[in-house]
């Protein structure tokens, strides 16, 4: 099993709202002759009036892919 992962945050020092956070997950399983794989990538960014989320999911069984997933979605802030 293994794992890979990489998170990256960032904002404009005079622009509170404009803070973005993107997230990148790999995960490999194996066991004999059998392997698995998933990938996630998750991109939150935001303005004064909503949040914005992009990510996109991603499974392999051996060299064939068999599940993609993406989202694209927008939340009102302060609606959690």
Not at 11 to 34: F, G, L
Not at 37 to 65: P, Q
Request: charged share 30%; aromatic share 18%.
């Amino acid at each position: 099993m293994g794992l890979t992962s990489l998170s990256r945050y960032s904002i404009e020092y005079t622009d509170s709202p404009s803070a973005k956070a993107e997230h990148e997950w790999v995960w490999e399983y194996s066991r004999e002759d059998w392997q698995a794989k998933t990938k996630t990538n998750t991109f939150i960014i935001g303005d004064l009036k909503n949040f914005y989320l992009k990510a996109e999911s991603i499974a392999w069984e051996g060299e064939v892919e068999v599940f993609r997933k993406q989202w694209d979605k927008k939340y009102l802030r302060g609606h959690f």
